[in-house]
């Protein structure tokens, strides 16, 4: 495939194969949310299991079986909610929850203009990630996203309120645009449920937000790359500011999602594009 037909679309496929499409020096912004690591040593046992759609579906749907479970441990309904939900996150993320091979962020430096990169990363993967790129000498920030309604913790843990985002650029090479507001290192907002609703997503990540940050890291026309692209918000961003995007999603199911999310159609079928922007002031306002 030529990659001037890969600009403006998202291919259906492995990033780890797809990507070998891209020339080097050729993409001026990554933005990419891979599957998080939640214990340590992963990179030495990688392992996701994709497509993982289904496995979602299969979830989401049976929120009732499980609330009904509870009932019958002789919890009260409102506490059965809380544990039903609880276990429905667990289990939306056990099957993407295996963290990808950090040797494909070679591969990503290669295809940047100049690096200039942001990864959305569990704690565990924090460390290796700033590592690599600061053997590189890159600048680098760890940015933060707060939730005000995470889902209750198990016992003898913190609760999953926020989310970190790795940012790293070259040395004297990329700028930092932005104002007072939109170069703060951290968000504050509730859990967009409902954009989880409209695009199917177990880790759908604010549209706000990253429009925020191709704002602030590159200029109109540039082209941005998200070759973990799920329900596609990255490349809703992108063509929302003026900029070209390269997409990348092996599932078939998220890939459809997502093209059709940029045409402004919801995973049901329904036209998203007034909800979308209620949902982008909603988070805009907290």
């Known amino acids: 495939m030529k990659f001037e037909d890969m600009i403006n679309t998202i291919q259906l ?46 979830v989401a749907t049976n929120r009732n079986e499980i609330i009904k479970k509870y009932l019958d441990k002789g919890f009260d309904y409102k506490k059965a909610n809380v544990w039903a939900d609880k276990e429905i996150s667990r289990l939306d993320i056990s099957h993407i929850s295996s963290g990808f091979n950090l040797e494909l962020l070679d591969e ?6 100049h690096i200039y990169i942001y990864i959305w990363c569990s704690k ?14 890159c600048n680098f920030d760890i940015l933060t996203w707060h939730k005000t309604n995470p889902t209750p913790t198990m016992n003898n843990t913190y609760a999953n309120d926020t989310e970190y985002l790795i940012m790293a650029r070259e040395k004297g090479t990329t700028k930092l645009y932005g104002d007072y507001d939109s170069k703060r290192k951290y968000w504050v907002t509730s859990t967009n449920t409902k954009d989880k609703d409209l695009f199917k997503h177990p880790t759908i990540k604010p549209l706000s937000i990253i429009k925020t940050l191709i704002e602030n890291s590159s200029d109109e026309n ?18 929302e500011t003026g900029r070209r995007f390269i997409g990348m999603e092996i599932d078939p199911e998220y890939h459809k999602i ?11 079928g329904q036209l ?9 002031e909603v988070n805009d306002g907290n």
């Open 222 to 239: 540039d082209i941005v790359l998200d070759c973990f692209c799920g329900s596609g918000t990255t490349c809703v961003a992108a063509k």
């Open 13 to 58: 496929g492995d990033c780890y194969e797809l990507i070998k499409n891209i020339p080097d020096n050729s993409i001026d912004l990554i933005i990419i949310d891979p599957p998080y690591e939640y214990t340590t040593g992963g990179q030495n046992n990688w392992v996701c299991e994709r497509p993982y759609h289904d496995q979602y579906m299969k």
């Open 272 to 280: 998203s594009l007034f909800t979308n922007i209620e949902q982008l």
């Open 124 to 137: 565990w993967q924090v460390e290796p990630l700033l590592k690599h790129y600061m053997d590189k000498d």
């Open 258 to 268: 997502a093209v059709n999310r940029l045409n402004g159609i919801t995973a049901d």
């Open 108 to 113: 990503l430096d290669k295809k940047m203009k």
